[in-house]
């Protein structure tokens, strides 16, 4: 590789300038960032462009960036997510060393300071229903009004607030709220909900807590508690930054981090909100969160993704302060980019139909060399037999071919690769008509796919020996959703009812199916595949990861 690519690219976005100048005039010495995922689902590629960015300036400035789980509603929160949100930060490549944390370990920390607010007059027990405050909020045109309870004396919310905690009242029946201006312009300083009442076991604290804080009062003080320098997240954050500021001015916390919002990553033809990725699961439209359909990091690892394309995707879009949709295309650019790097070649027939070369001895067979990678000498050769008996793409064949086919046909002539040139003779017809067999011929002078004098042929075809070749379920996949901009309210309507076909008689040179390589492979003139998870020794499957040029993009502008 030549030093010139491999130099360091400078990345720059408006959140790296205010952090480079943060560092360069001083006000920290530091930078610490955090990547707070709530555990209520898998992460998605959206996830990995804050994980990439909080990680990423972490990296580049000599700071550390915390892995931080905003478990503070144990209703939609499991461990499974826990585990597959760590899985997944790595397989991109980031590492939190010691610094994992969760907002549950400052449970004791973030009440005791709501008795303080209450003590200081700035925080207050509400006895009204839920839909008694969603109604007295106004909206952005008229102001909230006050809650009857707003004015109760500082012992009475002392004593209920204790009692909340105490388990004394059923779900529901009583909040905490901050006491800051039921007026106010920005509807989230109308008096917020701060705890809410959830007998409800958490599965880090247990039983110990009944109350648990609302996101918006754990959040800010979390990242001031572990000092985070930048906390940067999603725009639709930026009207709540008022009251995180509100929050930390008011509380005696350690640090004063600061947000600022970016926009979040949306892509065509995908959806990436958790609430329709978990229906997608629950609903069985896919067959899990790493269906290889689905846009989370683990169904992308299992369609054979690699990593880096994510990493490369991410740094390509960039981060900017505006809402777009970026063309799925683009990610697909980075997987092909980095597949055809690094994924070796080998030969695979999706739709086999069998060749009997008339001309070659039977019982006979030979090896040809084929390259494992085009671009790598380093990657070298391997063997692959040939004889009497093949198969062939059965699309690679058209008895009656219109003008522009030059693949095989009656009477044409082609090239296996890294074999020999064959010529159609003849067609053998099942008794319903329809052709199961191609008689050839070959030319022996043409070995290795040599011209043996001069004489051109239009197409070479990938191929596989009968005898060697083995059985494989192969699984294609399309976009989940046929719509480039699905609806997420009504997801269902748009879903692409072609987005998975299994095959179930692929047919695959040997050395495929030996060791427990999950190494990306590209079977020639078809794309790039890697093994399915569900792969055995007695019963191979792969994926397709992705075609190697954009035939649906193309299908759908055609149509
Ligand atoms: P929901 O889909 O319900 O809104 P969420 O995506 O916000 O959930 P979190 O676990 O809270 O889920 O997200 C963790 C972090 O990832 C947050 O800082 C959030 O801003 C960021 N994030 C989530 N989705 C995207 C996205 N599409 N693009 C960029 N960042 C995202
Ligand atoms: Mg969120």
Excluded at 157 to 175: I, K, Q, S, Y
Excluded at 316 to 336: H, T
Excluded at 429 to 455: F, H, K, M, Q
Aim: charged share 30%.
């Amino acid at each position: 590789m030549d030093t010139e690519a491999a130099a360091p690219e400078v990345v720059r976005d408006f959140i790296r300038d205010i952090v480079r100048g943060d560092l360069e005039g001083g006000k920290y010495r530091q930078v610490v960032t955090r990547f707070p995922p709530e555990p209520n689902g898998y992460l998605h590629i959206g996830h990995a462009k804050s994980i990439a960015l909080n990680f990423g300036i972490a990296e580049e400035f000599a700071g550390v960036c915390h892995l931080r789980f905003d478990d503070t509603n144990p209703v939609r929160e499991e461990q499974e997510y826990i585990d597959s949100i760590e899985e997944d930060v790595r397989w991109l490549g980031f590492d939190w060393g010691e610094r994992r944390f969760f907002a549950s370990d400052y449970f004791d920390r973030l009440y005791d300071w709501a008795e303080g607010m209450i003590n200081a007059g700035l925080a207050y027990v509400d006895d009204q229903t839920r839909d008694e405050i969603r109604a007295s909020r106004g909206t952005l045109t008229e102001p909230g009004r006050n809650s009857p309870f707003r004015d109760r004396p500082r012992e009475e919310n002392l004593d209920l607030f204790r009692r909340m905690r105490a388990g004394e009242f059923p779900d529901g029946t009583r909040v905490l709220r901050a006491r800051i201006d039921m007026a106010a312009p920005n509807i989230n300083l109308r008096d917020p909900v701060m705890y809410r009442i959830l007998h409800a076991h958490h599965q880090r604290t247990g039983d110990k807590w009944c109350i648990y804080p609302s996101y918006d009062y754990a959040h800010g003080q979390s990242d001031a508690i572990e000092a985070i320098t930048h906390s940067i997240c999603t725009l639709e954050f930026e009207d709540h930054r008022p009251l995180y500021d509100w929050f930390i001015a008011h509380l005696p916390v350690p640090s004063q981090p600061r947000q600022f919002e970016f926009a979040r990553l949306n892509l065509t033809y995908t959806l990436l909100s958790k609430r329709v990725l978990t229906r997608l699961v629950q609903e069985g439209h896919v067959a899990g969160w790493d269906d290889p359909r689905m846009p989370t990091l683990a169904g992308l690892r299992r369609r054979g993704v690699p990593p880096a394309s994510v990493r490369e995707f991410v740094r390509r879009i960039g981060v900017a302060k505006a809402n777009s949709v970026v063309d799925v295309g683009m990610l697909e650019f980075c997987i092909r980019e980095e597949l055809n790097r690094c994924a070796e070649r080998r030969m695979a027939v999706l739709r086999p139909i069998k060749v009997v070369i008339e001309n070659y001895p039977e019982g006979e067979s030979e090896t040809v060399e084929a390259v494992n990678h085009p671009d790598d000498p380093k990657a070298g050769s391997r063997e692959l037999r040939f004889g009497r008996e093949l198969y062939i793409e059965r699309d690679d064949f058209m008895e009656n071919p219109p003008k522009k086919f030059f693949r095989l046909s009656p009477g044409t002539e082609v090239r296996l690769r890294y074999a020999y040139f064959i010529r159609c003779t003849g067609v053998v017809r099942d008794d319903a008509g329809e052709i199961v067999e191609l008689r050839c011929s070959y030319d022996p002078l043409s070995r290795g796919g040599n011209s043996p004098d001069g004489r051109k042929v239009k197409a070479t075809l990938h191929w596989v020996s009968a005898a060697d070749s083995e059985k494989a379920e192969v699984r294609l996949y399309n976009p989940l959703f046929s719509n480039p901009e699905p609806d997420a309210k009504n997801f269902t309507a748009d879903l692409n009812a072609d987005s998975l076909e299994i095959i179930s008689d692929a047919r695959l040179e040997p050395d495929l199916n030996v060791g427990a390589s999950n190494a990306p492979v590209q079977f020639e003139r078809l794309g790039y595949f890697v093994r399915d998870r569900d792969w055995r020794p007695d019963r191979p499957v792969f994926n397709r990861t992705i075609g190697l040029r954009d035939s649906f993009a193309k299908a759908v502008a055609k149509s």
